[in-house]
Nanobody, 119 residues
Framework: VQLVESGGGMVQPGGSLRLSCAAS????????MSWVRQVPGKGPEWVST???????EYADSVVGRFTISRDNAKNTLYLQMNSLNPDDSALYYC??????????????WGQGTQVTVSS
């Protein structure tokens, strides 16, 4: 399993970023995929999941602001993040699996991409 995130960066409050995750080494189209984020000194926080059928789930803290999507033809997972605020600052990981499995299975995370929201 290989997951490579990109798209992080520094943005002002209210801004937007789009994260991407290139997946390989497994059957992407048959796998639930998630985004997980972590702040130094704290445990990982589940952000969002997209199922094989396209169904989506979001943490309460991001609902209405973040949108998860996938392109099975490109083996790529996305996270569109709008209306960002400083509490969204974290290292964002692409993760294999659904809501519970992804948070507890660090072996199937990418290397992470840093998102910093600051004025």
């Amino acid at each position: 399993v290989q997951l490579v995130e990109s798209g992080g960066g520094m943005v002002q409050p209210g801004g937007s970023l789009r994260l991407s995750c290139a997946a390989s080494g497994f059957t992407f189209s048959r796998s639930d995929m998630s985004w997980v984020r972590q702040v130094p000194g704290k445990g990982p926080e589940w952000v969002s999941t997209i199922g094989t059928g396209g169904g989506t789930e979001y943490a309460d803290s991001v609902v209405g602001r973040f949108t998860i999507s996938r392109d099975n033809a490109k083996n790529t997972l996305y996270l569109q993040m709008n209306s960002l605020n400083p509490d969204d600052s974290a290292l964002y990981y692409c993760a294999l699996g659904g809501r519970v499995y992804s948070v507890h299975t660090r072996a199937y995370w990418g290397q992470g991409t840093q998102v910093t929201v600051s004025s």
